[in-house]
């Protein structure tokens, strides 16, 4: 939030928004490897909340399989495990990688080779511009 009103503002700072940017991906980063630690303290505010907070275990689905399928990946019969996985590191995945391609420079912004070649040319109308 406080890099999008930094954006909008009239005498808006690119660089040090960048910073901020890189500084929440490095944020995010760190915590999406302490799920442990999220998972504490998600439990804490739920006991002061008085909301219960455990994982419900769900029947894992069987499919028939063939004697010559191959090998699928496994399917994760923990909850906890199911949650982390597929529900944490996937949001947190997302965002982490939706803030790195704001960060990123474009194609079009970088110039090809023939254009920095043609910069250095002093025959060149572009010389040096």
């Known amino acids: 939030m406080m890099v999008l009103k930094m954006l909008q503002r009239k005498d808006a700072d690119i660089q040090k928004a960048v910073c901020l ?9 760190t915590y999406r490897e302490d799920f442990t630690e999220v998972k504490r303290s998600a439990q804490a505010v739920a006991q002061k909340w008085g909301v219960r907070c455990e994982f419900t275990q769900v029947r894992a689905r069987r499919v028939r399989r063939h004697y010559n399928d191959l090998c699928e990946d496994e399917r994760l019969s923990d909850p906890e495990s199911n ?17 790195l391609q704001s960060t ?22 572009t010389f040096l511009e």
Do not use: H, K, M, Y
């Open 21 to 29: 940017i890189q500084n929440a991906v490095q944020g995010l980063t």
């Open 83 to 99: 949650f982390r996985v597929n529900v944490f590191n996937a949001s947190l995945d997302i965002i982490i990688n939706q803030l």
């Open 104 to 125: 990123a420079p474009s194609a079009a912004a970088q110039p090809t080779a023939e254009e920095v070649t043609e910069a250095f040319d002093p025959a060149s109308d």
